[in-house]
């Protein structure tokens, strides 16, 4: 079984400061996803990596796949940043149209 | 646009009883998933349909059935709804593409007692 491992759990950081959350992944991918998850619930699509490294405004998401790891960074962070960030990835094996989600991380941002 | 638009947004079963959950799309998506988030676990796939008439089987599907008679509706229902099936169920659409991205619709809250 794909597992999906995010670290931290939770994640504090004072506005302005470099903020990095990792994703681990345990069998061959086909592409992995970044999504935020807003604190009234919804679910937003942030990149979608297969290699190499994306850029979007403050957010930088690379990924390793050699190392199975990807990482999300945000610059010059901002409460508006507060929210749950979850990693995904569609397996090269198992079922089709199947991804599998970390259990996200909890960042809250302080003004 | 109006994306993904789910119904209802909040819901109190008892334990028996039955419900139907609704997700449309206006993006002319061919696939669409339904989505179960418990705390403290990632978001499992219950079922999902690659298109107009055609759904399977996700990684929970028991206590669950689906149909896809439209291309832009998605219905999940519950038969005789338990506890354990409290959750926040999320639809999602995407392009004909494994790797394209998923949209989210904004979730429903069910609660069985």
């Known amino acids: 079984k794909n597992e999906v491992e995010q670290s931290p759990q939770n994640l504090t950081a004072q506005e302005g400061e470099f903020i990095t959350i990792n994703c681990s992944y345990s069998?061959?991918?086909?592409?992995l996803h970044w999504l935020q998850q807003h604190p009234g619930g919804g679910i937003v699509s942030l990149f979608m990596l297969s290699s190499g490294k994306k850029k979007h405004g403050r957010l930088i998401a690379t990924i390793n796949i050699q190392e199975k790891h990807s990482s999300l960074h945000i610059t010059a962070s901002h409460p508006r940043d507060s929210a749950v960030y979850i990693c995904a990835v569609k397996s090269l094996s198992g079922s089709a149209r199947q991804l599998t989600f970390g259990s996200g991380t909890q960042l809250t941002v302080l003004p | 646009n109006a994306g993904v638009t789910q119904t209802p947004k909040f819901r109190v079963l008892k334990t028996g009883q039955s419900m139907t959950l609704l997700c449309a799309q206006d993006m002319n998506h061919e696939y669409m998933y339904w989505y179960r988030q418990d705390p403290g676990m990632g978001l499992r796939l219950i079922h999902y349909s690659v298109g107009e008439g055609t759904t399977a089987k996700g990684e929970v599907p028991d206590g669950y059935n689906v149909s896809r008679l439209k291309k832009q509706n998605f219905l999940l229902g519950l038969e005789s709804a338990a506890p354990s099936q409290t959750s926040v169920y999320f639809c999602?659409?995407?392009?004909?593409?494994?790797?394209?991205?998923?949209?989210f619709g904004p979730g429903t809250r069910l609660t069985v007692t």
């Open positions: 999602a659409s995407s392009l004909p593409r494994d790797t394209y991205e998923q949209y």
């Open positions: 069998v061959g991918i086909s592409a």
